[in-house]
Nanobody, 122 residues
Framework: QVQLVESGGGSVQPGGSLRLSCAAS?????????????MEWYRQAPGGERELVAA?????ALTYGDFIKGRFTASRDRNTLYLQMGSLKPEDTAVYYC?????????????WGQGTLVTVSS
């Protein structure tokens, strides 16, 4: 089993910044067939669908959702994933979830964190 613990959420005014962290522990990469795992940030706004914010592999690759437009920066240090968010807008208000997954011989192993709430409001 894998545990993902997110932290760093809170309330901030428009234009402000927050840094989220996600620490993964447990049987990370168990039965992994290619040695790679990916940690990701997703977010889900009230009434909306969950959308990808950023993804970071243990090989150093980073990708971002199209809406980020340079405002957010993801980084990864071993099994901790960070998300530095800047120029925050009210539409960034959402629950931010951490997600980790990797390939096994029987399919994808995947785990979600419990989420951390980010509220952007004046």
């Amino acid at each position: 089993q894998v545990q993902l613990v997110e932290s760093g959420g809170g309330s901030v005014q428009p234009g402000g910044s927050l840094r989220l962290s996600c620490a993964a522990s447990g049987s990370i990469g168990k039965s992994n067939i290619d040695g790679f795992n990916t940690m990701e940030w997703y977010r889900q706004a009230p009434g909306g669908e969950r959308e990808l914010v950023a993804a970071a592999t243990n090989g150093g690759a980073l990708t971002y959702g199209d809406f980020i437009k340079g405002r957010f920066t993801a980084s990864r240090d071993r099994n901790t994933l960070y998300l530095q968010m800047g120029s925050l807008k009210p539409e960034d208000t959402a629950v931010y979830y951490c997600y980790i997954h990797w390939k096994t011989i029987v399919g994808n192993a995947a785990f979600w964190g419990q989420g951390t709430l980010v509220t952007v409001s004046s």
